[in-house]
DNA sequence: GCCAACGTTGGC
DNA sequence: GCCAACGTTGGC
């Protein structure tokens, strides 16, 4: 999942033990997080950084449910076609897990094992991805 | 249903 | 700040 530091980091959420991941409002970045269980372990990638890379790793600590922001005007993220009969958009609820040394958006390209990884597909703009289990392995690997 | 225009993402 | 990629919107 990634996430800008500038706006919430991983320290971000070492810091306050638990965030509902709002504004996921891309329908396959949303049913990626519907499939996700209570325990699924998360890659947290800081995107639009200096450098950009992995920062560490999360945790679902509460499975998918309305992302409230959606129905809240005052929000950026407010959908008025949206309404809580009709939830369009989830959120799920993440706590952090361990912390990694940081691993580079340079290093993850180095490494064989990402090859394939959709993370690094060219074009990727997806905010939520699976990932397999080796390339989790590997990301938790190198950061360790 | 097509597709041009537009907005957003995210690396550089 | 630039720009490629690509999802969404809206006119037809």
């Known amino acids: 999942m990634k996430s800008e530091p500038d706006v919430f980091s991983y320290d971000d959420l070492v810091k306050v033990k638990r965030e509902g991941w709002d504004g996921v409002r891309n329908y396959q970045a949303r049913n990626f997080m519907r499939e996700m269980k209570k325990g699924d372990l998360v890659i947290f990638y800081h995107s639009n950084a200096t450098p ?5 790793v999360a945790n ?15 929000s950026k993220y407010f959908d008025p076609k949206s309404s809580p009969d009709d939830p369009r958009w989830d959120w799920v609820t993440l706590g952090p897990k361990k912390r990694l040394k940081f691993i580079s958006l340079d290093e993850l390209r180095a490494m064989p094992e990402l ?7 060219r074009g990727n703009r997806l905010s939520v991805m699976p990932l397999t289990e080796g390339e989790f392995t590997a990301i938790v690997a190198a950061g360790s």
Do not use: H, M
């Open 60 to 74: 679902i600590v509460k499975e998918a449910e309305p992302d409230p922001t959606q129905f809240d005007p005052s």
């Open 115 to 121: 090859k394939e990884c959709r993370l690094l597909a």
């Open 52 to 56: 950009p890379g992995v920062a560490g």
